[in-house]
């Protein structure tokens, strides 16, 4: 049975909830779904929308919002708050790591092959130490919760983890329909992640770098499914955004063509994966990449964030690993738990995902985005079988999860309120600090049962609030 | 700025003032279509002609309002198309929003796409609401660059985007007059010259402003006069590229600097401000046009090797 974070354990509603459940008998569940209707008007004229490769349809589509905001404690968020900071310090420690002296390898916690023959790591990091020793300048830490108390790691993002902006405009769409809700002051604002993301980034500015750092946003351009939200984020950071093709390198230095002729670049936001960001290094067939650009990134002359070959550590086969990187460098228990992970490449982890398939859920190791994994006691045998045969022909492709009873949340139904699955992911600033707004990206499954919160399968987003003390 | 930026911004503008011309042009030949006598469907042919869009129909063919309508309205491949100058104003929009206000974007986003729905004969059927509901796209960008835009730079490269345009676009309204002739039982001055000639001005939004200035008296003169020459009319060759003077300036003061494209625009002011729209005929309205319409093109590249985004 899973948690419904509305109710406590006697069915009543929890107090943290009593505002909404209040606003909710006020404003009547017809009255909220023509406000909804007016909320999507919104999203469509400032053209929030999200295109999803291979799917066809409209390109342009609307992510759905739900407006009954997803609802954390001061106190909860404590615990979350702590637990997310100390993963982007692992996380990052652990790139260090395996970059240079490979030391929790060479002292028997994990195995060298993981790491070193993973497609993610570059081997053309070795020995580089970006400015600040930062490798992930945005951690996005996806979680699950299953119980009152239990949070749940489900897994990382090192690279360029996407969703903050809707972070931000659920909050500003909230806000602007529904004052009276914020009006007391007690939920804890998100809007200065713009200035945090920006004070973050100029703080791993190069040694090139002596002036007031020139920070950039680089997108592969406006047809990338996340295109709103680089422009978005240039935008309230007040940077330029710019395609490769705005780029060049010269002599270890990188420039934008502008109408005044060529200007530095400093730092580089940028989201635009390794394989593309430069031919000359990574795949020489790529159209997107600046030629150059990885050879003025290690001689210091701009920065890169995230540092290439940072995927290495959010690889569904290290996941597991995370709690013992934990205690590894910083030597502290973890404080967010890992969901116990059966890695297909161990025998003895195999032997058992191929028994229970059926009752597990399972996933293709470099996968994202809720594509190529199989939830087992929703599928039919015969898809089961397929999957075991998959993983029996390549079982270091694979991992696989417990079903886990993911806690719901109050949705709004046609015809009233429902309880839907949520996950959340929040977003940790690295730079010489960590910053990190309280808040983050409630995904919303709206299929009833479901478990997949992905946007590209039907998924949902709401507006997060965290609660002041 | 990026000079992707100044990009966009000079080819957004324009394409947003090139549907709004095709639209007039349309109305154009609709209200030349439906005068008295009107002559072998000439009028929809130079439509298509003025346009660039020949090369979508045999030489002989008979081009009807509905030919125009698919064409000049509705085909997404034709580049003068409206649907297609509404895509590529907001793809140029799109690829950079940040130089943009939220309300430039709303109005650049907002309905793009409802020409897809339409097939011909709807299009017919509701020709004059499109045709208005284009012009107010255009008019509420523009608005909202008038409104809300910081005055940088990248405001200038949307006006000297929408200046160049718009010389064009009279001009190749200009153009049409020429290429609808007369039948020959009829004279110049006549009445259906007369008719002819009102409808470049009314197809402009100029007949108030020319009653003003002429005092109700039309001359293909005149009326030449009012369209090329006139300094106040915002839809008069001479006003455009004076504010393509002004505007240029104003980049060349951003910059520090005087490109070729700065000495082009000059010499064009003053060349027209010194005709008179006798010198016009006496010169050829055609050629006075071609002309005209070439040394734009020149400047247009010009500024875009200028400010590097050739």
């Known amino acids: 049975m899973a948690f419904y974070e509305m109710l406590d354990r006697n069915g009543a509603v929890r107090e943290c909830y009593a505002p909404v459940q209040h606003w909710v008998e006020q404003t009547g569940i017809g009255g909220l779904n023509r406000r909804l209707e007016e909320a999507e008007a919104i999203f469509r004229r400032i053209g929030i929308t999200f295109a999803v490769y291979g799917e066809g349809g409209d390109p342009e589509r609307l992510i759905p919002f739900d407006l009954l905001p997803r609802i954390f404690t001061a106190l909860e968020w404590r615990t979350l708050d702590l637990g997310i900071r100390q993963r982007a310090r692992a996380l990052n420690a652990f790139l260090y790591d395996v970059y240079h002296r490979g030391e929790i390898i060479r002292a028997g916690i994990m195995p060298a092959d993981i790491v070193y023959r993973n497609a993610a790591y570059k081997p053309e990091m070795a020995g580089f130490t970006p400015p600040g020793r930062v490798y992930s300048h945005i951690v996005g830490v996806d979680i699950v919760r299953t119980g009152p108390d239990s949070f749940q790691v489900l897994e990382d993002n090192c690279r360029t983890p996407s969703g903050v902006s809707y972070m931000l405009e659920n909050r500003e769409i909230m806000t602007r329909m529904f004052p009276d809700l914020f009006a007391q002051g007690v939920v804890a604002p998100v809007d200065h992640y713009p200035d945090d993301l920006l004070k973050s980034l100029k703080e791993v500015a190069p040694p090139a770098c002596k002036d007031e750092p020139v920070v950039v946003v680089l997108t592969p351009g406006s047809l990338n499914s996340a295109y709103y939200e680089h422009s978005f984020l240039a935008d309230l950071m007040g940077v330029e955004l710019v395609e490769p093709a705005d780029l060049y390198a010269d002599d270890g230095l990188v420039f934008m063509k502008t109408t005044y002729g060529p200007r530095r670049v400093d730092v580089i936001y940028r989201r635009i994966d390794d394989d593309y960001i430069d031919p000359l290094v990574f795949r020489a067939d790529s159209l997107l990449g600046v030629p150059g650009l990885f050879d003025a990134y290690r001689r210091g002359g701009v920065t890169l964030c995230s540092a290439p070959g940072a995927g290495v550590a959010d690889d569904k086969a290290i996941y597991t690993y995370v709690p013992d990187m934990i205690r590894f460098y910083l030597g502290e228990n973890a404080i967010l738990e890992n969901i116990p992970t059966w890695n297909c490449a161990k025998p003895d982890d195999c032997a058992y995902v191929l028994e229970n398939l059926h009752d597990l859920v399972a996933k293709e190791v470099h996968g994202s985005g809720g594509y190529g994994m199989i939830i087992g006691p929703k599928a039919t045998k015969a898809e089961v079988e397929a999957y075991a045969a998959r993983i029996r022909a390549n079982p270091a492709e694979f991992i696989a999860q417990p079903t886990l009873a993911l806690s719901t949340v109050p949705t709004l139904g046609e015809t009233g309120i429902v309880e839907r699955h949520v996950d959340f992911r929040p977003y940790c600033l690295v730079g010489t600090q960590l910053r990190l707004v309280p808040g983050g990206l409630t995904r919303v499954a709206l299929t009833e049962g479901s478990l997949v919160v992905n946007s590209s399968q039907g998924g949902g987003v709401k507006d997060t609030w965290i609660l002041q003390a | ?310």
Not at chain 2, 112 to 127: F, H, K
Not at chain 2, 259 to 287: N, W, Y
């Open chain 2, 1 to 310: 700025m990026l000079s992707r930026t100044a990009d966009n911004l000079f080819w957004l503008a324009r394409y947003l003032e090139r549907a709004e011309s095709t639209a007039r042009l349309i109305a154009m030949g609709q209200r030349m279509a439906i005068l008295p006598g009107a002559h072998h469907r000439e009028e929809w042919k130079s439509i298509i002609r003025v346009t660039g869009s020949q090369h979508l129909f045999d030489k002989d063919a008979v081009i009807r309002e509905s030919d125009v309508v698919e064409h000049l309205v509705l085909n997404a491949d034709n580049p003068v198309s409206i649907r297609s100058c509404l895509i590529k104003a907001r793809a140029n929009g799109k690829s950079i929003r940040t130089a943009l206000t939220q309300d430039m974007w709303e109005a650049l986003n907002e309905g793009w796409r409802n020409l897809e729905n339409y097939d011909v004969a709807e299009a017919r059927a509701q020709l004059a609401s499109i045709l208005d509901w284009v012009k107010q796209r255009a008019m509420t960008f523009r608005g909202a660059t008038e409104s809300g835009h910081l005055r940088d730079e990248r405001h200038d490269f949307i006006r000297v985007g929408g200046a160049l345009e718009r010389a064009q676009s009279v001009l190749r309204l200009l153009d049409v007059k020429y290429y609808v002739l007369l039948p020959e039982t009829d004279v110049v001055g006549g009445n259906r010259d007369h008719y002819q000639w009102t409808s470049v001005l009314y197809a402009l939004s100029g007949s108030r402003a020319y009653h003003h200035v002429y005092g109700g008296v039309y001359s293909p003169w005149q009326i030449t006069d009012f369209l090329m020459l006139n300094r106040r009319f915002p839809r008069s060759v001479l006003y455009c590229l004076d504010q393509l003077s002004y505007r240029l300036g104003r980049l060349a003061q951003w910059h520090g600097q005087r490109r070729p494209c700065h000495a082009s625009i000059d010499a064009m002011v003053s060349s027209m401000a010194e005709k008179t729209s006798g010198d016009i005929f006496r010169q050829g309205l055609h050629e006075t046009v071609q002309r005209t319409l070439s040394d734009s093109n020149r400047l247009g590249i010009e500024i875009a090797e200028a400010y590097h985004f050739g």
